[in-house]
């Protein structure tokens, strides 16, 4: 079965991964990219999910050209980390506008499709941080934070729709994001893995497939650690 998935930021890291999954189970993959060449061999729309024009084009042509979305995996997100005293209300705002209201855009405009089609998946991704807090990260914290009781909120508005919304919650990942950090920073983190070291996004990617599998049909408003340990508890 052939479904029509949208990753969003599925130009590159876990994204990228996960975008790969969903194609070599045999889907039909649109990711979004927001400048530069975007990888082959994916339906790549033009996309900031900061711009809701813009997301409404790129639902258009995702429409067009392979049919309503049937799985979203919610991924785009951003850091702008500081203390909170250096903290400015650019800095706070600007990635809750990505990570929180970018999703909520992106979420709505596929919750259209899914209702009329009476079944959907969606799969956000949120991170450790959201639930452990993490210093010099307070927006981006509250961020995935309120991924999940956004996610939770869905789960019993669209339940009885059959559409199913999950969160993943990575711990970290060896990409762009986590190579911004500095060498002793990485070590720290590391020390604190019970597993002692980086996911790989393919391992994150595996869940949000099983996510969207048949196998997962009775899974809804679970938050799924995919973080080495890190968060046991919370
Ligand atoms: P990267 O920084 O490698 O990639 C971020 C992706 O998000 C890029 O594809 C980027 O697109 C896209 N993006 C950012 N802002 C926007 C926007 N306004 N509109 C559209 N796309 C946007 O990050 P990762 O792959 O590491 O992270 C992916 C997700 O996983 C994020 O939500 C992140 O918070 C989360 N996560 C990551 C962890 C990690 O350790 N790496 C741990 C826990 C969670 P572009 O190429 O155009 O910039």
Same mark, same amino acid.
């Given at each position: 079965?052939?479904?029509?998935?949208?990753?969003?930021?599925?130009?590159?890291?876990?994204?990228?991964?996960?975008?790969?999954?969903?194609?070599?189970?045999?889907?039909?993959?649109?990711?979004?990219?927001?400048?530069?060449?975007?990888?082959?061999?994916?339906?790549?729309?033009?996309?900031?999910?900061?711009?809701?024009?813009?997301?409404?084009?790129?639902?258009?042509?995702?429409?067009?050209?392979?049919?309503?979305?049937?799985?979203?995996?919610?991924?785009?997100?951003?850091?702008?980390?500081?203390?909170?005293?250096?903290?400015?209300?650019?800095?706070?705002?600007?990635?809750?506008?990505?990570?929180?209201?970018?999703?909520?855009?992106?979420?709505?405009?596929?919750?259209?499709?899914?209702?009329?089609?009476?079944?959907?998946?969606?799969?956000? @991704?949120?991170?450790? %941080?959201? $639930?452990?807090?993490? &210093?010099?990260?307070?927006?981006? !914290? =509250? *961020?995935?934070?309120? #991924?999940?009781?956004?996610?939770?909120?869905?789960?019993?508005?669209?339940?009885?729709?059959?559409?199913?919304?999950?969160?993943?919650?990575?711990?970290?990942?060896?990409?762009?994001?986590?190579?911004?950090?500095?060498?002793?920073?990485?070590?720290? @983190?590391?020390?604190? %893995?019970? $597993?002692?070291?980086? &996911?790989?996004?393919?391992?994150? !990617? =595996? *869940?949000?497939?099983? #996510?969207?599998?048949?196998?997962?049909?009775?899974?809804?408003?679970?938050?799924?650690?995919?973080?080495?340990?890190?968060?046991?508890?919370?």
């Amino acid at each position: 079965m052939s479904r029509s998935v949208l990753v969003t930021g599925g130009n590159r890291g876990i994204g990228l991964a996960i975008a790969r999954a969903f194609a070599e189970a045999g889907d039909k993959v649109a990711i979004t990219y927001r400048s530069g060449e975007p990888p082959e061999g994916f339906l790549a729309v033009k996309c900031d999910i900061t711009d809701a024009e813009q997301v409404e084009q790129a639902y258009k042509e995702i429409e067009e050209k392979q049919g309503a979305v049937e799985v979203l995996v919610a991924n785009a997100g951003v850091t702008r980390d500081q203390l909170l005293m250096r903290m400015s209300e650019e800095d706070f705002a600007s990635v809750l506008d990505t990570n929180l209201t970018g999703t909520f855009r992106v979420v709505k405009r596929a919750n259209r499709g899914m209702l009329r089609a009476r079944k959907g998946r969606v799969v956000l @991704i949120s991170s450790v %941080v959201g $639930l452990l807090g993490s &210093a010099g990260q307070a927006n981006y !914290a =509250a *961020s995935k934070a309120g #991924l999940v009781g956004f996610a939770r909120s869905l789960a019993r508005e669209l339940g009885s729709r059959n559409i199913t919304v999950n969160v993943v919650a990575p711990g970290f990942v060896d990409t762009d994001m986590t190579r911004a950090l500095t060498d002793e920073q990485r070590e720290g @983190i590391v020390k604190q %893995v019970p $597993l002692a070291r980086y &996911a790989q996004p393919e391992e994150i !990617a =595996a *869940s949000v497939r099983f #996510l969207a599998s048949d196998e997962a049909a009775y899974i809804t408003g679970a938050v799924i650690p995919v973080d080495g340990g890190l968060g046991m508890g919370h």
